[in-house]
């Protein structure tokens, strides 16, 4: 079993591509299924009382705490966890910096081709995205979008 692979070549994937790669559905959601396994294991290990021993607090009272061997395990469900949810979120956090970036280079106008590329979700960011521009850039009364033709320069 490799520890967090499907999470780390989501994001090989989503590196190695020089353009933006089909959103990758299925990927996800098995991270995601192996982050709710590990979290019920991590569930059944602290539920189960064998695997604690007492021990005195600095108080001097008798309290239950992981054993050493129970506490390495935690530690090690706990580091898979995070670490496939840093993944997914990494992997979400940049395509939706591609998405604003293609905004910025291309306009509100998304081509076909790119659309077959993206989830309903990122269907929706961008557009969202495109009001929230819009939105502002009406409110400030500047076109955002327009890229001058010439060096310029702002003195206060």
Known sequence: MDICARATNLLWE???????PPYNQNA?????????KDAEIVKSITSDPSNFVLARNAAGDLKPVPSPATRFGLEIRIGII????????????????????????SGPSVSEDLLVLLSPSEVTFFREYNDMVTDYSTFVWVLLSFIPHYFLIVFF
């Open 82 to 105: 995070q670490r496939n949810k840093r993944c997914v979120l990494a992997y979400l956090h940049t395509r939706a910096q591609i998405l604003q970036s293609l905004w910025w280079e």
């Open 28 to 36: 996800v959601q098995e991270i995601i299924q192996e982050i709710k």
């Open 14 to 20: 989503l590196k190695r591509s020089k353009i933006l």
